[in-house]
């Protein structure tokens, strides 16, 4: 059998399975294939779909609130404090459901229209979780492209030069894993007072350290395989080993890493801002915004009855949970479309 | 199996001093001088005291040394200057082949000494331990939650695959680690507490003039933390024991127990169970960790008097000793963890000691 394998050639291959035709269909690239097995995953590709909403609303998040708000995401109108969501009578009187309530909101609202109902000083929440959208998005890109640059090359450089450079650097990632990161988020904005640009810094700086291990035993797990052994056997040096064989052979899990980093460093941004420690006020964030509806849980409207901060604590909630669930999904598909060894085991 | 243990042990050195040498580091670029803050509006103290006490402090030092006399509490001068310590109360000896003095002044972090709160003017270590039973009650319950609820979740939905039982599961598990804890908090106290008023609201008991009330209470208060902060583990928790599970569940000796004519429940939860708990053992460690780091949020919103409340309202009030001790009390808990959590695997599977 293994001798009758070794003396096929891919064509007399074909001609046993039925006609030379057969080799007309394009040879797959690893790529395409991956691009082929994504298009059949429809669940990432819905979280592709939103994440493509998302960010199209946070780039375009100025005309979008200058065409359906009408004033700035910072623009205070006390008067209009706790301002519940138009959208819904909007709806109920467009379809003939409810004529009152919609025009009876615009009344008292001075003619401003809150799609999502206006926070505690009046602002619109909708202009808001854009505006908040733009800055958590920004910061959790930036700080992963850092932390993936990072990781890649110092773990590039640790699985490299082995020896007396790995032990230092495996030394000092362990004792940076040692430390819990919202410790070292936490004592870091308390030291250094937060702004957008630290606080993307801080994120990306502490975060590489995962994606610098992966890349080390990658490095030596690359080294040790044939393909690298018959480069170095027809006298290719080790930084083309590593350009050529070492990095494409890690670009995949490189790629399904910075999918679900992203997702993660949402969640930590949000939850600093929450805690009062990353995003300040007035700028906002989806985090920053839930710290606010944390102080008015209990309130009530004495017209209704009913919670005055509803809207303020559900919808930013959801937004980040949907966010970050669409990366998770993402870096889910990611990896079964880029790894098929990976899928044929579960 | 000794050998292991110390091997282990002295593994974990190395990092212990890498945590160390980077806490004293944020404690050097913490601004405000705390020859400052300490001798703040005592109109008695000159411009010459404070140079004195600057040099008493080690502060004219380099940096090394100023690391040194932090962790050990000992100064180490050249030359003889018994004298100018022991006005201090500093014991000191004098050594007269290497022409250094060394002083003991006392303190240090090697002896369980991580500073002085500068809110309270308490010593760090007394309120991270008079804090410490409240963090631990709440991580306990969060983890034993997770674990009695996620380790079958995660068996029975490997056992069921690609039933709705099993889509529902994964489902879960993976909004479980989208959705922000500090969220899932606000939505439960919002609900259970604010809407249906069946739960409390935050706190560790009812607030009563004896200061103490009865178990009953206690864990009334529990309830809801604990459930929210177990959400992340739970969900991972479920996560690895489905992928075990799948695992072992091909293997011959489990179609033997099968062949046998076992009650399936007995199969599953006692055969297969077994070793698919292994590679468990070695995720409790830092998920319990985990744990710990979630309850900054959890006890937050939940007003709950822990350590991670603590931490982070010295972190508001720019309390640097005390955000520090607690870090640095946080990340020995995590080596601690991982190396127990090591020696675990390695008692549990012989294999690792080897390597």
Known sequence: MAVNQAQMTPGNLATAIGGASQLERKPQTYWSMAIQSLRRDRMTLVAMGFLVVLLLLSVFATPITN????????ETFPENAFAKPYIWPYIKWRVGMDMVTAPTILGQTGGKIYWLGADQLGRDQLARLLSGGQVSLTIAFVAAGISMLLGVSVGALAGYFGGIVDDIIMWFINTMVSIPAIYLLIIVSAIFSPSPITLTL??????????????????????????????????????????????????????VLTAIDVGALILTESALSFLGLGIQPPTASWGSMLSRANNFLFLIDPATGSYSALHLLVAPGILITLTVLAFYLIGDGLRDALDPMLKNKS | ?????????????????????????????????????????????????????RRQLGMDQPLPMQYISWMTGLAVRSGNVIEEFERTGSACTFIGVLNTTICDKGGGILRGDLG??????????????????????????????????????????????????????????????????????????????????????????TATLTGDTDIADKLWHLILPAIVLSFGSLALFSRIMRTETLEVIFTDYIRTAKAKGLPMSRVWFVHALRNSLIPMMTILGPAALGVLAGAVVTETVFTWPGMGRLALDAARQ?????????????????????????????????RVRLS
């Open chain 1, 67 to 74: 065409a359906l708000v009408g004033f700035g995401p910072n």
């Open chain 1, 202 to 255: 801080f994120l990306g700086l502490f975060g590489w350290f995962g994606t610098a291990r992966f890349m080390r035993g990658n490095v030596f797990k690359v080294r040790s395989l044939d393909y690298t052994l018959a480069a170095r056997s027809v006298g290719a040096r080790d930084g083309r080993i590593m350009l050529q064989h070492v990095i494409p052979n890690s670009i995949p899990v490189i790629i």
């Open chain 2, 1 to 53: 199996m000794g050998r292991y243990i110390l091997r282990r042990l002295i593994q974990a050195i190395p990092t212990l001093l890498g945590v160390s040498i980077i806490s004293f580091l944020l404690v050097n670029s913490a601004p405000g001088d705390p020859l400052v803050l300490r001798t703040f509006g005592d109109p008695n103290i000159t411009d010459v005291d404070r140079e004195i006490m």
């Open chain 2, 116 to 205: 002085t709160s500068i809110q309270t003017k308490q010593a760090v270590w007394d309120r991270l331990v008079e804090r410490m039973p409240a963090t631990l009650e709440l991580g306990t319950a969060a983890l034993v939650l997770s674990l009695i609820i996620g380790v079958p979740l995660g068996v029975l939905s490997a056992v069921y695959r690609g039933s709705w039982f099993d889509n529902m599961v994964r489902f879960l598990a993976v909004i479980g680690q989208a959705v922000p804890n500090f969220w899932l908090a606000l939505m439960a106290i919002f609900l259970f507490g604010v809407v249906w008023g069946i739960l409390p609201t935050g706190g560790r008991q």
């Open chain 2, 318 to 350: 720019r309390d640097y000793p005390m955000v520090l001790g607690a870090g640095m009390f946080f990340s020995v808990l995590v080596i601690m963890g991982n190396l127990l959590s090591d020696i675990f695997y390695g008692i549990v599977d012989p």
